[in-house]
């Protein structure tokens, strides 16, 4: 199984960018599926998740009522909308998929894809 997430770029801030995951190998059928960034020096962060029914998501705080994450199962793939960008949400954003019902950890996810960057200009 491969992730292979896109739609990273540079952005003022105010704006938006919508971030893409898509899935190669197998569908993930079942699998919730999460975004987490990682800005330099820091550690690996959540910032969205969504259950393969997408009936329930979950955002960090910093990111509520900006950020939707989204999924369309049929084509495999997962969105991230970001409105309202921040110069604090510069990072390499990825996308994850895992079976259960923890979310907020990355180590609970089994595939991982390579980032896409984002920077968010003042």
């Known amino acids: 199984v491969q992730l292979q997430a896109s739609g990273g770029g540079l952005v003022q801030a105010g704006g938006s960018l919508r971030l893409s995951c898509a899935t190669s190998?197998?569908?993930?059928?079942?699998?919730?599926m999460g975004w987490f960034h990682q800005a330099p020096g820091k550690e690996r962060e959540f910032v969205a998740h969504?259950?393969?029914?997408?009936?329930?998501?979950h955002y960090a705080d910093s990111v509520k009522g900006r950020f939707t994450i989204s999924r369309d199962n049929a084509k495999n793939t997962v969105y991230l909308q970001m409105n309202s960008l921040k110069p604090e949400d510069t990072a390499v954003y990825y996308c994850?998929?895992?079976?259960?019902?923890?979310?907020?950890?990355?180590?609970?996810?089994?595939?991982w894809g390579h980032g896409t960057q984002v920077t968010v200009s003042s």
């Open positions: 994850a998929g895992k079976r259960g019902p923890a979310y907020y950890t990355g180590a609970r996810y089994d595939y």
């Open positions: 190998g197998r569908a993930l059928n079942g699998y919730g």
């Open positions: 969504i259950y393969w029914s997408a009936d329930s998501t």
